[in-house]
């Protein structure tokens, strides 16, 4: 079961990117973006604490 919920994840990833790739597009460029926010807070956390 677990094994076919991942193909299907796949095949869900695959046609969504064939159908709308510059929605998908922008859906990544976001994820990145979402992550060097986290990752400029947390460096701000982190200099923060050595003060």
Same mark, same amino acid.
Not at 8 to 27: K, N
């Given at each position: 079961?677990?094994?076919?919920?991942? $193909?299907?994840?796949? /095949? =869900?990833?695959? =046609? $969504?990117?064939? +159908?709308?790739?510059?929605?998908? /597009?922008?859906?990544? !460029? !976001?994820?990145? +973006?979402?992550?060097?926010? /986290?990752?400029? +807070?947390? +460096? /701000?956390?982190? !200099?923060?604490?050595?003060?």
């Amino acid at each position: 079961m677990k094994k076919n919920l991942r $193909y299907v994840a796949i /095949a =869900f990833v695959i =046609f $969504y990117l064939l +159908s709308s790739p510059t929605d998908a /597009a922008d859906v990544v !460029n !976001n994820a990145f +973006s979402k992550l060097g926010d /986290a990752g400029n +807070s947390l +460096s /701000a956390f982190v !200099n923060q604490l050595g003060k």
